[in-house]
C-alpha cells in the first residue's frame, strides 16, 4: 500500500510510527520524513492510522493526492445525549409500506464501511433486497426450511409448530413484512470474517435510527439462508461467499418512545 507523506508539512513528531500497529514506519528524525520501507510494504495492513493521528495531516494512505477526511471533532456529542440514542435502539417488527431510498440505504451502508475487521481486512459485502415481493419470497423459503426441522433434534424445533401456524394464519412471523431485507455476506473460508460481519451490521443497526430507519435482525432468514438450498439459490450469492446473517429494515410504523428494563450490569474487576 502506498504511504504518501508530505516531507514539507511533516512535523518530524514520531506519531504515526508509534501508532502503527504493525511497526512498520520507520520514525522521522530531524532531517528525514517518516518512511515505510519497501521491503515491509506487505506487512502495512492499510488500515490509516498513520494518517488518523497525524497531527498535520501530512500523511494520507492510498491513491497519491488523496486528501484525508477530517473525523469527529471530539464535541459536539454530549455523552447523555449518546447514552439516550443507543439505549433507545429497538428491534422494529412493523414497517410503512414507504420504500427506504437507495440514497439512504447507502448512507447506512457506508457508514459500515469503517467497522473494525480483524487485519483491516474488510471482508464484508452485502446483498440489498429492495422489492417486498422477494422479502416474501425469502420468508416463505425460511418457513419451508423451518418445516424440514420439524421432529428433529434441530435446537429450533420446538419453537417452529407455532411460527408455521402463525405464518399459514397470514402473519409474517420471518420478515415481518418489511420492504427490504439487508444481507451481510462473507468469504466462507474466512472464520474471521464472521465477527467482521455481525460488527458491519452492528453499525447498520446502530446508525439506522439517527436516519429515521428501524431495523430487526432476522435470525430465522440468517439460518435458513446457511441451510436450506432454495434459499441460497434465490440469493445467488458470488461464488465462496456465504449469508452470514439478515437484517430487514424500513420506516417504523410505530415510534419507539420509552427505554425498557434489562438485566443489571454484571461486571467482575479483576
Ligand atoms: C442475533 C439476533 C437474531 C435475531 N433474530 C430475530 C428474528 O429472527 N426475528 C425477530 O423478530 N427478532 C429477532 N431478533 C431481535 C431480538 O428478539 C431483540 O433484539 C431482543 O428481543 C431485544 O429487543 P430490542 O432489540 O428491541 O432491544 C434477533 C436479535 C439478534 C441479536
Known sequence: MTLNID??????CGICSTVCPMGVITPANKTTPPVLPEKKQSACISCGQCEVFCPPGA???GNPGRKAEKGWN???????????????RRSIRNYLAEPVSRDTILSLLDIARYAASGG???PVEWL?????EDVKKVAALTIEWMQTLVGTPHPMSGYIPSLVSAWDAGVDVICRGAPHLLFAHVPEDNPMAQVDGIIALTHVDVAAPAFGVGTCWGGFVA????SHQPLMEMLHLPKGRIPLYAMMFGYPRFKPLNIPERKPLSVTWY
Do not use: W
Open 7 to 12: 516531507s514539507d508539512s511533516c512535523n518530524r
Open 74 to 88: 471530539g464535541k459536539d456529542m454530549p455523552p447523555d445525549l449518546l447514552d439516550i440514542y443507543l439505549k433507545s
Open 223 to 226: 439460518m435458513a439462508g446457511r
Open 59 to 61: 500523511i494520507t494512505v
Open 120 to 122: 483491516n481486512g474488510q
Open 128 to 132: 440489498v433486497m429492495e422489492d417486498r
